[in-house]
């Protein structure tokens, strides 16, 4: 069984920073992408980026130059680093892994943090 499990969320002021983990478990192999979402309030759920097994990353334009996604492949883990945060930025983040079988690939999910930006 595959999970997914994030931390590091909270509330932070604008121009702040969080980092987001994510750990994902229940699997010997090596997870081809990760990355994240994020669901805003009233909004639907957007990508924010990805990052390939390879390590090669892309992003969301509104963040480009402010997150930073990156993985660590021996931990199974991807993080994502929040600077410069806006009010707008404030969403239920949700990070994903995408598992390669024979035949599918199998996207699974974390459970979601909130990240809340204000003063």
């Known amino acids: 069984q595959v999970q997914l499990v994030e931390s590091g969320g909270g509330l932070v002021q604008p121009g702040g920073s969080l980092r987001l983990s994510c750990v994902a478990s229940?699997?010997?192999?090596?997870?081809?992408?990760m990355g994240w979402y994020r669901q805003g309030p009233g909004k639907q759920r957007e990508l924010v980026g990805g990052i390939a097994g390879g390590g090669s990353t892309s992003y969301e334009d509104s963040v480009k130059g402010r997150f930073t996604i990156s993985r660590d492949n021996a931990k199974n883990t991807v993080y994502l680093q929040m600077n410069s945060l806006r009010p707008e930025d404030t969403a239920v983040y949700y990070c994903?892994?995408?598992?390669?079988?024979?035949?599918?690939?199998?996207?699974?999910w974390g459970q979601g943090t909130q990240v809340t930006v204000s003063s």
């Open positions: 229940g699997s010997s192999a090596n997870f081809y992408a």
């Open positions: 994903f892994a995408d598992l390669r079988g024979q035949v599918t690939t199998t996207r699974y």
